[in-house]
């Protein structure tokens, strides 16, 4: 019986973040049009409400060609394990009932954080077209090189923490926000959530002005509707996830999902706003900047902990 409740509340959260990435994107197209002084969606249903519904309509029911020279298999399947692996991150969310209880959560989100690099990396492989091929050795080497300064800021929070349970977050957070404490740490960890979802100004994997959509140039329909929400929906996470660390897990509190929605109104503005970075800044970013501190941090973490262990033992 547990194990049918479950899976059932596992559906029903997959259906309600499906939904998110829906409105996700209406909210997105709409501040992009009035960045660019337009209206954005406001035909399909009430100021453009049923737009996304309209567009996954549209994309599940074009055709979807195959590449003659593709690797069927890889090329078929790699859309739906990038989808199922961001979908599986989301049951990682510190509930207060027990639904999903994860001692080892933030391990969790590393491994499958890493596992993401390799259906982009097999997805611009297998469609065996050059400038697909180029997208996913960008987004490879950009993921990686982040996913370095993401395990090392996280690696800060656990000694501080003293644990990978992302519920003790919310207890250490009652009072003050590590927000505040930790101000630097947060921006970086913003800066390195931008670079691992392939946004603007990291968008190097899509690079649409150079690499003509870069590792998903090969895809169309039903294979190209799956990476989308699969992209969306890392973002929506990688926003819930800053608020869980910096802005206290609460989750029965509704500034929570106020500051959640705002970290996402922010991806957008972004993208709105600041033009494609140059590559070489993009990994000298990563390797000379973020990797040093980061590292500081570590130590100036694990010492602390240290001191405070000696001084009260």
């Known amino acids: 019986m547990e194990l049918l409740i479950f899976f059932l509340v596992g559906l029903f959260l997959?259906?309600?973040?499906?939904?998110?990435?829906?409105?996700?994107?209406?909210?997105?197209?709409?501040?992009?049009?009035?960045i660019?002084?337009?209206?954005?969606?406001?035909?399909?249903?009430?100021?453009?409400?049923?737009?996304?519904?309209?567009?996954?309509?549209?994309?599940f029911s074009k055709e979807q060609s195959f590449p003659y020279m593709s690797n069927y298999l890889s090329y078929y399947f790699s859309p739906v394990f990038s989808l199922f692996l961001s979908l599986l991150l989301w049951l990682l969310i510190p509930y207060f009932n027990g639904f999903c209880f994860f001692d080892l959560g933030l391990l969790f989100f590393l491994c499958c954080t890493s596992l993401s690099?390799?259906?982009?990396?097999?997805?611009?492989?297998?469609?065996n077209s050059n400038y697909s091929l180029l997208?996913?050795?960008?987004?490879?080497?950009?993921?990686?090189?982040?996913?370095?300064?993401?395990?090392?800021?996280l690696m800060s929070f656990i000694f501080f923490v003293n644990s990978y349970n992302m519920i003790n977050f919310y207890y250490y957070q009652y009072y003050a926000w590590f927000f505040f404490i930790f101000f630097p740490l947060?921006?970086?960890?913003?800066?390195?959530?931008?670079?691992?979802?392939?946004?603007?100004?990291?968008?190097?994997?899509?690079?649409?002005?150079?690499?003509?959509?870069?590792?998903?140039?090969?895809?169309?329909?039903?294979?190209?509707?799956?990476?989308?929400?699969?992209?969306y929906s890392s973002i929506l996470f990688m926003s819930l996830l800053f608020c869980i660390i910096f802005f206290g897990c609460d989750l029965m509190s509704f500034i929570f999902y106020l500051s959640l929605v705002f970290i996402s109104f922010i991806f957008i503005w972004i993208r709105g706003s600041l033009p494609r970075f140059r590559y070489d800044k993009l990994m000298f970013l990563s390797?000379?900047?973020?990797?040093?501190?980061s590292l500081n941090y570590l130590l100036f973490f694990l010492g602390f902990k240290v001191f405070l262990f000696s001084y009260f033992i």
């Open 14 to 34: 997959m259906i309600f973040v499906m939904i998110g990435v829906a409105f996700l994107t209406l909210l997105e197209r709409k501040i992009l049009g009035y």
């Open 135 to 153: 997208g996913g050795l960008r987004s490879v080497a950009q993921t990686i090189s982040y996913e370095v300064s993401l395990a090392l800021i």
């Open 117 to 127: 690099v390799y259906t982009l990396m097999i997805a611009g492989w297998s469609s």
């Open 186 to 231: 947060s921006m970086m960890w913003f800066v390195s959530c931008l670079a691992e979802t392939n946004r603007t100004p990291f968008d190097f994997a899509e690079g649409e002005s150079e690499l003509v959509s870069g590792f998903n140039v090969e895809y169309s329909g039903g294979g190209f509707a799956l990476i989308f929400l699969a992209e």
């Open 287 to 293: 390797w000379k900047s973020f990797l040093p501190m």
């Open 36 to 59: 660019h002084i337009r209206k954005g969606p406001n035909s399909v249903g009430l100021i453009g409400l049923f737009q996304p519904f309209g567009d996954a309509i549209k994309l």
